[in-house]
């Protein structure tokens, strides 16, 4: 089966930067995103690492180890803004098409 | 932008009931996914589409059916509702292939309870 581990609540200050781990057991693994997600919205993609390293978006970046299983969210100079979830998703190549399996959320909660 | 609209943001049913949830996108994609979200347990898949009449189940897909009979549609069915069925219902498409596959766009979701 498939299984992803985050954790389910951080709290941080604004301006203050924030790491979310993942670690994810999963057959036909192809790469992992992050979705963001504000309360009453819908996910929207963050970003995404099918090689190992860095990959930096803004105030955001990913981190992929294949290896170790893996990756993180780094969230930068935190805003109230950046309060939401956090959900990483594992990219599996199935025989009828891609599939993401999501993991059960990290809650940031930034405060002033 | 890609936009994918759903039917209804709230539904009340009553147990029992055959209940649709529609959900459209615009952007021409290949695939398209109806997932389910409860607090702490993330999104889960039920059922995914990657053409026209092709589905495919995913992870949790007991209870419901889909239909896809043209390529910007996908209809989440649930043949008998019952209330461990009250969730947050997500659609959302993608592009097919490893290049794109891993960006889904959502749409705003379809609360539903069933009484």
């Known amino acids: 089966g498939q299984s992803l581990e985050q954790p389910s609540e951080v709290t941080a200050v604004e301006g203050a930067i924030v790491q979310i781990n993942c670690t994810y057991q999963t057959s036909g693994f192809y790469g992992l995103s992050w979705y963001q997600q504000h309360d009453g919205g819908a996910p929207t993609f963050l970003s995404y690492?099918?090689?190992?390293g860095l990959e930096e978006t803004g105030r955001f970046s990913s981190f992929l180890s294949r290896s170790d299983s893996y990756g993180y969210l780094l969230l930068q100079e935190l805003q109230m803004k950046d309060s939401a979830s956090y959900f990483c998703?594992?990219?599996?190549?199935?025989?009828?098409?891609?599939?993401?399996?999501f993991g059960g959320g990290t809650r940031v909660l930034v405060k002033p | 932008d890609v936009k994918v609209t759903q039917s209804s943001r709230y539904l009340v049913k009553r147990t029992g009931e055959k209940v649709f949830l529609e959900c459209v996108q615009d952007?021409?994609?290949?695939?398209m996914f109806w997932y389910r979200q409860d607090p702490g347990l993330g999104l889960r898949l039920i059922y995914f589409s990657y053409d026209v009449k092709m589905k495919e189940k995913g992870d949790i897909p007991e209870g419901y059916s889909v239909s896809r009979e043209k390529k910007e549609r996908f209809s989440l069915i649930l043949e008998s509702a019952s209330t461990n069925q009250t969730s947050m219902y997500l659609c959302?498409?993608?592009?097919?292939?490893?290049?794109?596959?891993?960006?889904?766009?959502f749409g705003p979701g379809t609360r539903l309870t069933v009484l």
């Open positions: 998703a594992v990219s599996r190549i199935g025989a009828a098409g891609n599939k993401l399996t």
């Open positions: 690492n099918a090689l190992d």
């Open positions: 952007m021409d994609h290949e695939n």
């Open positions: 959302a498409s993608s592009l097919v292939g490893l290049a794109g596959s891993h960006e889904q766009f």
